[in-house]
Structures are given as structure tokens and as C-alpha cells.
């Protein structure tokens, strides 16, 4: 059973103070790494999709990295509006079945002005 | 995320009455899938839907749920005598194909 775990679950951020969130993941196959923001009361927001160990992706503060069992979401330099909840989520590859993401329970980011 | 749309946002129920959750998918995508958030719990998927066929619906529940993706109209989930342990957010997402899903806003279903 594919299996995703986050870390911290909570983290409380000094606006400028860089950090990293850990995803930690277990499929047997990876076909994709995802990281979603959700704000309160709203839909995961799609941020990134990692295929393969080595790869990196950035976007504006955030920066996302896969190892073969582990993920990383680097936040450098956060505002208070990147205060949010991230969620991790793998698919694994499954002949047919490429499709099923499973979550995280995510880490909840406070940024502090 | 924006062009997945659900309603309603919010659904309040009694014990025993029926909830009917909508998503129209980005135009143009052809696969939607449904993943249910329960409080304290991560997001775990449902049903995988394409237009007219259930895919795969290992994560629904054996009774009281159903979902369909007719020819023409939004995808809707439908539960049956809602019970209190129904109470979450019901999040649709969409793909053009078996890849990355972008999820609408949900539907927060609350049984009374």
C-alpha cells in the first residue's frame, strides 16, 4: 500500500526565516510527485509534479526536490501570504491505473510578519 | 484550479436525506476524479470517472455512495441516507488525461 508522510505537521516561520517541509513516501513504482497548497476552505492549488530522483522544480519562494523515498519543499525567504497547508501526494505507476494520488495529511505553514 | 467548478459549496443535511454534489470539469478534460477530506484525515481518493464509465471506484464506500460522468452535465456524487460520519469536504478534480489534477473548491457536506 503506497504510503505519504509529512513533516512537521505544523510550522511556525518568522517572515524572511527559511525552511524546509519533508515528504516521506513509500510505492512501489513512482510515476509522479505532487505538492498542493491549500488555503482554508479551499481546493488543493497545484504547485509541482516531480518524475525522477535528482529533478527540481522552482517557483517564485518555493523550491521542490525528490529523492528515491523522500521529497522536500524548500521555502526561502516566505512571506506571510505563503501561510498556508502543503500536501505531498505520490501516483504510482499501475499498467492502466496512473491516476490515484495519495495524500499526505499535510503541513500546516504560519509566516509571521 | 479555477475552471473546476462545484456546487453548492456548502450542503447541509439531516440523517437520512440525500446529498447531490456537482462538478463541471475544465473545459476540455475528460477524466474526474473525487477525493474526500475528513477532518484531522488527508485527502483520500474515491471514484475515477471518464465521460459515461466508472473507472475505478475502490475508494467508495460499498453502500449509500454513487457517482456517474454522463455524456452531457456535471459529474455528481450521490449519497443516500447521509449519516453524521458523511460530514467532510468533498473535493472534484479533473485531467485531460491521466496526469496531473487540478481540483476544484469543494463541497462541504454537513449532516445534522
Known amino acids: 500500500e503506497d504510503q505519504v508522510t509529512q513533516s512537521p505537521e505544523a510550522l511556525r516561520l518568522q517572515e524572511g526565516e527559511s525552511s524546509s517541509l519533508n515528504c516521506s513516501y513509500t510505492?512501489?513504482?513512482?510515476?509522479?510527485l505532487f505538492w498542493y497548497r491549500q488555503d482554508p476552505g479551499k481546493g488543493p492549488e497545484f504547485l509541482f509534479t516531480?518524475?525522477?530522483a535528482g529533478e527540481e522544480k522552482e517557483k517564485e519562494r518555493l523550491k521542490a526536490t525528490l529523492t528515491k523515498k523522500e521529497s522536500f519543499l524548500h521555502i526561502t525567504a516566505p512571506k506571510p501570504e505563503d501561510s498556508a497547508t502543503y500536501l505531498c501526494?505520490?501516483?504510482?505507476?499501475?499498467?492502466?491505473?496512473?491516476?490515484?494520488?495519495?495524500f499526505g495529511k499535510g503541513t500546516l505553514l504560519t509566516v509571521n510578519p | 484550479n479555477a475552471g473546476v467548478m462545484q456546487n453548492p459549496r456548502h450542503l447541509v443535511r439531516r440523517r437520512g436525506q440525500e446529498a447531490r454534489l456537482r462538478c463541471s470539469p475544465v473545459?476540455?478534460?475528460?477524466?474526474v476524479y473525487w477525493y474526500r477530506q475528513l477532518p484531522e484525515e488527508g485527502l483520500k481518493f474515491m471514484v475515477y470517472?471518464?465521460?459515461?464509465?466508472?473507472?475505478?471506484e475502490s475508494g467508495m464506500p460499498k453502500e449509500r455512495f454513487s457517482a456517474e460522468f454522463p455524456k452531457e452535465g456535471p459529474s455528481i456524487l450521490r449519497i443516500q441516507q447521509v449519516v453524521r460520519g458523511d460530514s467532510a469536504a468533498y473535493f472534484c478534480?479533473?485531467?485531460?488525461?491521466?496526469?496531473?489534477?487540478?481540483f476544484g473548491q469543494g463541497t462541504r457536506l454537513t449532516v445534522v
Open positions: 473545459k476540455g478534460h475528460s477524466h
Open positions: 478534480a479533473s485531467s485531460p488525461r491521466d496526469e496531473s489534477a487540478f
Open positions: 470517472l471518464q465521460k459515461e464509465n466508472i473507472i475505478d
Open positions: 516531480l518524475y525522477s
Open positions: 510505492v512501489s513504482g513512482l510515476r509522479g
Open positions: 501526494a505520490v501516483q504510482a505507476r499501475r499498467g492502466g491505473s496512473n491516476y490515484k494520488l495519495t
